[in-house]
């Protein structure tokens, strides 16, 4: 399946919370990442972005069956 096809079978809701809970190193913290791209990953998703706070780039991978 295509990385943006899985990603869409998550239930928005839970999507939204995975994008509001990505940890930023810069930060320290867990942060919004925002012009995210998807892309495919063995486990799941990988979003690849940036920071909402401080523009670092952030990356979030997420598990699915
Ligand atoms: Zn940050």
Do not use: Y
Not at 18 to 45: K, M, R, Y
């Amino acid at each position: 399946m295509e990385a943006n096809k899985k990603w869409l079978s998550i239930p928005k809701d839970s999507r939204e919370k995975l994008i509001q809970n990505v940890f930023c190193s810069n930060c320290l913290d867990a942060v919004t990442i925002v012009d995210f791209i998807i892309l495919d990953h063995p486990e799941g998703v990988l979003l690849e972005g940036k920071c909402k706070n401080c523009g670092e780039s952030v990356a979030r991978v997420v598990e699915l069956e």
